[in-house]
């Protein structure tokens, strides 16, 4: 709401469109000339060309956006809903992970937050439970939510067409790279057409394994609760890629060292973890950030869930890096992850999907670390939001080169190497 005040203020908008018109300003370059304009646009693109009227209208519309959004966030976030299963419904599951399922008497509780879910979904046999389990998951809060998101729907149209503009997709595209909805329908069209092929041969692929696997060719569909099963299946069969030998090369702080030793390396930066630093948890940890000797700046990374712990992997930007007249202030972020968790015995193991995931989400990390930008609202990961994954997804080539691979994919019991061939079917 706070948001909401600064950009409907309209005194603050008269000072600073007064102020564009100036010699002074039309002097202005760089990113001191960018700052001016994107400001005065948002500002108008956010109301301004209104009548006071409306834009009291807009305010509360506003208001009830964010008051909605938020409350659909938070109800998602106390669901805890979860699937009771018995020993005979866990066949096929691995044992490590059975282990670190909560009891309630003799049967086992399946969260459905992120690292339980999809586990259960890609090893269990009973379809059922698996049904179940999705249903679960992709209904969360769902009493809850869908009156919400229904006014949420209703609120953002309307505010679209006090803007002037036809759909809220109008108004979203119109500040990003595509600009408008069409942009974005015309590359979704043609990326469709181009996967098409590769899409239905995929299916093709794992409607042969259903078929094999119940013994019934009449078979034509397959669920949503059975696309990651039978896809694992396959990686089995079809390629010997079994993904719980893959994960035996992925031990947590295996892959966070190699993460670290590979970003190092790019980008010629130095990690020192802080010694008894201030936290929310003790699983949250400190590093200091330097180049060229001179601290850049600093970040968290929490890695396991908990109760009450967002339940995805995501980066969040704490501090923006800009100058200021004491100097450069440095950037914090915190990476957040839902990782299993080490058990008794056992250390926590990854898959290779989760270390691909961890990279992407590093990405955004270094993102917000590496900015020199002057002023905060470009630093970082402040920039257009159709650009803003493709640092993180470049990050993600080094989860797949072998080269880097080879630093870091050590069985967390013998040392060894994760070998090339079994690296080659992970492709």
């Not at 646009?41 to 834009?55: H, I």
């Not at 049967?107 to 937050?113: K, M, P, Q, S």
């Amino acid at each position: 709401k706070y948001g909401n005040e600064v950009e409907l203020d309209e005194k603050l908008y008269r000072a600073v469109k007064d102020y564009s018109k100036t010699k002074e300003a039309l002097a202005l370059t760089g990113p001191h000339r960018k700052f001016l304009t994107e400001t005065v646009d948002d500002y108008e693109r956010n109301g301004f060309a209104l009548t006071p009227e409306k834009r009291q209208e807009l305010q509360k519309l506003n208001d009830k956006i964010a008051d909605l959004s938020l409350a659909f966030g938070a109800n998602i976030a106390k669901d805890k809903s979860f699937l009771l299963v018995n020993e005979t419904g866990l066949k096929g599951l691995p044992e490590d992970y059975i282990k670190s399922r909560p009891r309630e008497g003799a049967a086992y509780r399946i969260n459905v937050d992120g690292p339980a879910y999809g586990t259960f979904m890609k090893y269990a046999q009973s379809e059922p439970l698996r049904k179940q389990l999705y249903v679960l998951y992709n209904n969360r809060a769902a009493e809850a939510n869908l009156p919400l998101l229904t006014q949420l729907l209703i609120e953002r149209q309307q505010k679209a067409q006090l803007l002037g503009y036809k759909t809220y997709a109008a108004y979203q595209t119109s500040s990003r790279m595509a600009k408008n909805p069409e942009t974005v329908w015309a590359f979704e069209t043609k990326l469709v057409e181009r996967v098409k092929v590769k899409s239905q041969q995929d299916l093709d692929e794992l409607l042969a394994v259903k078929r094999t696997y119940l013994k019934d060719p009449s078979v034509q569909t397959i669920a949503p609760w059975e696309t990651s099963f039978y896809n694992n299946l396959l990686m089995q069969n079809k390629y010997q890629l079994d993904a719980e030998k893959v994960k035996e090369y992925f031990e947590v702080n295996h892959v966070v060292n190699g993460l670290f030793q590979t970003t190092q390396q790019l980008f010629a930066l130095k990690f020192t973890e802080a010694k008894n630093p201030s936290v929310w948890h003790p699983d949250a940890r400190m590093f200091e950030v330097q180049r060229d000797g001179k601290l850049i700046g600093r970040f968290y990374i929490d890695l396991f869930p908990r109760d009450n712990k967002y339940s995805h992997a995501a980066c969040f930007g704490v501090q923006s890096g800009r100058a200021t007249a004491q100097g450069y202030q440095l950037p914090t972020a915190v990476l957040l992850c839902n990782f299993n968790a080490p058990t008794p015995g056992k250390p926590a193991l990854m898959t290779h999907s989760q270390v691909v995931t961890f990279f992407h989400e590093f990405g955004h990390v270094m993102h917000n670390l590496l900015t020199t930008a002057e002023l905060s609202s470009q630093s970082g990961t402040s920039v257009k939001r159709d650009f803003v994954e493709a640092p993180s997804q470049m990050l993600e080539n080094w989860a797949w080169n072998y080269d880097a691979l080879q630093t870091f994919a050590k069985h967390y019991q013998t040392g060894e190497v994760l070998p090339k061939p079994l690296y080659d079917k992970m492709w």
